[in-house]
């Protein structure tokens, strides 16, 4: 069966700007994580969802970095007015449900630069 | 959570045993153990997890010791496709509350020819 997915692959943007990054979770995962992972270290947590509702945005580093998940199935996680700093791999990942433990099956990532 | 101590990189020859240690001194009675990896360019791929017993699955054992503070993740017959970036994370895991993995920098396993 598809894995999660997420689009586009690679995007280049310039300072200033937004963005928008897609995540197509597994169908029937309830929830969906966003991290984000710079050269040389390991995912960092940004926000989770369960469901539609964002149950926990403490690793979104400011306001201008924002999550959605309008219907329960594909997210997208938005930044505004990128700066170079938020150049990274974003990673999305889903899991069947929470509260328990339940594997994440992680995407490929978009490779976000800002110039 | 607990904090993970991993080696930084560390290399095996193809074939042979691939044993990547991890230090969790401060784990508490209720975290669990966790690796995952992450082969170049991909997203993290979940290997295994545990409590207090070894466990073993197609991919993996997990040998954790008496006293919890430590573990060894242990690839019997390393491939040249295991080699990637190995993270170890301690988390607890119940009804209520976020499993939200914290991921370090991880062990960078090379396995050669």
């Known amino acids: 069966g598809a894995g999660v997915s997420q689009t586009p692959s690679n995007k280049v943007t310039e300072k200033g700007k937004y963005v928008e990054l897609r995540c197509d979770p597994i169908?029937?995962?309830?929830?969906l994580y966003w991290y984000r992972q710079s050269l040389g270290q390991g995912p960092e947590f940004l926000i989770y969802?369960?469901?539609?509702?964002?149950?926990?945005d403490s690793g979104l580093p400011n306001d201008r970095f924002f999550a959605v998940r309008p219907e329960g199935s594909v997210s997208t996680l938005k930044i505004q007015r990128t700066e170079r700093g938020d150049s990274a791999v974003y990673l999305c990942?889903?899991?069947?449900?929470?509260?328990?433990?339940?594997?994440?099956?992680f995407g490929p990532g978009t490779r976000l630069t800002v110039l | 959570d607990a904090k993970t101590t991993q080696p930084p990189s560390m290399d095996c020859a193809e074939g042979r045993a691939a044993n990547l240690p991890c230090n969790h001194s401060?784990?508490?009675?209720?975290?669990?153990v966790y690796w995952y990896r992450q082969i170049h360019s991909q997203g993290p791929q979940y290997i295994i997890h545990?409590?207090?017993n070894n466990e073993t699955n197609e991919m993996a054992s997990l040998i954790i010791t008496e006293d919890r503070k430590s573990s060894t993740l242990i690839l019997p017959h390393a491939t040249l496709r295991d080699t990637a970036v190995y993270y170890c994370?301690?988390?607890?895991?119940?009804?209520?509350?976020?499993?939200?993995?914290?991921f370090g920098r991880g062990t960078s396993l090379i396995v050669h020819p």
């Open positions: 545990g409590l207090k």
């Open positions: 990942a889903s899991s069947l449900t929470q509260g328990t433990y339940n594997e994440q099956f």
């Open positions: 169908s029937g995962h309830t929830a």
């Open positions: 994370i301690v988390r607890v895991v119940g009804t209520g509350g976020s499993y939200i993995p914290t």
């Open positions: 969802f369960q469901g539609t509702g964002a149950a926990d």
């Open positions: 401060t784990i508490s009675g209720n975290e669990y």
